[in-house]
Nanobody
């Protein structure tokens, strides 16, 4: 069974930066894609950024401010968030999809809260 553990959330002032991390653990698995989603109060969960192979894609609202990257050796994905805005306040969730001895899987992290406020 693959599990994801996120870290790096917190309180930051507008214009500040944060880096989120998400580490995958388990036995005999390979990950095809990893992504960050977020859910603000009263809103639906939305895709923020995804990385698969050498490709990255971003929501329009975070382009040129956020950067997703992955360390394959550590099975870890990062989200560097710069120029943060109050509207970036949300719970951020990591998502991974891949294959293991049990077949195809998709898994979510527990979420980490990012609050952008002065």
């Amino acid at each position: 069974q693959v599990q994801l553990v996120e870290s790096g959330g917190g309180l930051v002032q507008p214009g500040g930066s944060l880096r989120l991390s998400c580490a995958a653990s388990g036995s005999r698995f390979s990950i095809n894609a990893m992504a960050w989603y977020r859910q603000a109060p009263g809103k639906e969960r939305e895709l923020v950024a995804i990385i698969y192979g050498g490709t990255t894609e971003y929501a329009d609202s975070v382009k040129d401010r956020f950067t997703i990257s992955r360390d394959n050796a550590k099975n870890t994905v990062y989200l560097q968030m710069n120029s943060l805005k109050p509207e970036d306040t949300a719970v951020y969730y990591c998502h991974a999809a891949g294959s293991s001895s049990g077949g195809y899987f998709e898994v979510w992290g527990q979420g980490t809260l990012v609050t952008v406020s002065s």
